[in-house]
């Protein structure tokens, strides 16, 4: 398996653009999970689901933010309009049940002007 | 807040040298898990132990957890200088009906 994948691994945009993010889970892993990092706040759960159902959207900042899981291997988390704070790596990860080992992908480091 | 707290927050060692770093945590868990960062990189699982285990051990790597001070360690012997990373201690309060939650990690630098 290739792991989590995630696209883009950078993306620079300019405040109040649309900015998508997506992940392809690893195959069989029933839950997503997505993760904002940045130094000043270490490694924050924005968003999981389980079975393509969101279980704790809890962590997602504000309304600008949404992640969608249409099926088991893709999702997608979207911020519009983005804004300079949001700059931050975002991490997908996958794992067979929500206590147990995650596998991470590679992140995406998103700059917003 | 929930999150399991890495300490110290930095480590700097000679290569060959031992690192320990600990992990404190607030409320009870079913596993603790310790994870590793490269720069620039996503984050690669090292090493789970469930709470009716007492120390867990996998190559280089010892992990011992004390639930009655809720309290974890992280032991890299022999250390090199491509252990260089950030570790994160990440807990599970499946109680709660939630996943992990990681800490802010602990830096090490192994130089030679």
């Known amino acids: 398996d290739a792991g989590v994948i995630q696209s883009p691994r950078h993306e620079v945009t300019e405040m109040g653009q649309e900015v998508t993010l997506r992940c392809k889970p690893i195959?069989?892993?029933?839950?997503l999970f997505w993760y904002r990092q940045t130094m000043m706040r270490g490694l924050e759960l924005l968003i999981y689901f389980n079975n393509n159902v969101p279980i704790d959207d809890s962590g997602m900042p504000e309304d600008r933010f949404s992640a969608k899981m249409p099926n088991a291997s893709f999702s997608t988390l979207k911020i519009q309009p983005s804004e300079p704070r949001d700059s931050a790596v975002y991490f997908c990860?996958?794992?067979?049940?929500?206590?147990?080992?995650?596998?991470f992908g590679p992140g995406t480091r998103l700059l917003v002007l | 807040s929930q999150q399991g707290e890495e300490d110290p927050q930095a480590l700097s060692i000679q290569e060959g040298e031992n690192a320990t770093m600990n992990c404190s945590y607030k409320t009870s868990i079913n596993n603790l898990q310790w994870y590793r960062q490269n720069s620039g990189r996503g984050l690669v699982h090292l090493i789970l132990?469930?709470?009716?285990?007492r120390e867990k051990h996998s190559g280089r790597l010892r992990v011992t957890l004390d639930t009655s001070k809720k309290s974890s360690s992280l032991l890299i012997t022999a250390s090199r200088a491509a252990d260089t990373a950030s570790y994160f201690c990440a807990t599970d309060f499946s109680q709660a009906g939630t996943a992990l939650i990681f800490g802010k990690g602990t830096t090490l630098s192994v130089s030679s």
């Open positions: 195959s069989g892993h029933d839950y």
């Open positions: 990860a996958s794992s067979l049940s929500a206590g147990e080992t995650q596998y």
């Open positions: 132990i469930r709470s009716n285990e």
